[in-house]
């Protein structure tokens, strides 16, 4: 797997506050489609930080559109979903070419800073989940082979969050290869959520996600994110 086999697909919202960390992380090699539906300096900070291998896409598309969006403009053969909240650790593009025999890896998501306990057993989660044969993705860290995501049709534009682990569930459940690979290391920079509560944030996500997983959510709650952006 090459460097120029990869498309970052990057939905933004007034991220001026993060997307300098998150680029300075991420190799000039590496194809940027940014999906911006901000209105603050996101995309100028952008355009003057990477002047080639990169698209901005300006839309008001929540996050689940707006990564179908980036991703459908996408032209190589893999694509990393990920938050501009997040960095990747410095060896993670030297990493990614050891993986090429399945059709999509989500990879650790860890703190150097606040909440580095929370992050630690987030991905004690996830390792359990993956030995169950639940794929736990993150769409900070999500790397999916573009044939498989255009098979699948996406992420479901329905959800306006948690749409990552159900497009994970779904790729395995069609049959497609889904492997954890905690190797693969982005450090969560924004703990805006925990900040609010842990226990708050911990539980809207089990309790989603046991909703969504098992096919018990109702439609009607479905389409709510039940206070998750505010």
């Known amino acids: 797997m090459r460097l120029d086999e990869i498309t970052v697909v990057l939905p933004t919202k007034n991220e001026e506050n993060n997307i300098q960390s998150f680029l300075a992380s991420l190799p000039s090699q590496v ?11 996101t995309s100028v900070l952008i355009r ?8 901005i896409i300006n839309s008001t598309a ?7 969006l980036g991703a459908h403009a996408a032209k190589t053969p893999w694509l990393l979903f990920t938050d501009a909240d997040v960095a990747f650790a410095p060896d993670y593009f030297e990493r990614l ?32 989940m993956a030995w169950a044969g639940i794929p736990a993705v993150s769409g900070s860290n999500f790397l999916v082979h573009r ?3 255009l098979a699948t049709g996406g992420f479901d534009e329905m959800l306006t969050c948690n749409e990552d682990s159900e497009y994970g569930w779904r790729l395995a459940r069609r049959g497609y290869k889904v492997v954890f690979a905690p190797e693969l290391i982005v450090y969560e920079r924004d703990h805006r959520r925990l900040r609010r509560g842990v226990v708050r944030k911990t539980l809207h996500s089990l309790i989603r ?22």
């Open 31 to 41: 194809m940027l489609i940014v999906v911006d539906a901000g209105n603050d300096r």
């Open 48 to 55: 003057a930080m990477r002047n080639g291998r990169t698209h």
């Open 62 to 68: 929540h996050i689940a559109a707006a990564r179908n």
């Open 97 to 128: 070419p050891r993986h090429a025999d399945a059709d999509a890896y989500f990879g650790a998501k860890c703190s150097l800073q606040s909440y580095a306990s929370y992050y630690r057993w987030f991905v004690r989660g996830q390792r359990a």
């Open 147 to 149: 044939s498989a995501f």
């Open 209 to 230: 996600c046991a909703l969504l997983y098992t096919g018990l959510m109702p439609e009607r709650l479905r389409r709510s994110d039940w206070g998750y952006w505010r």
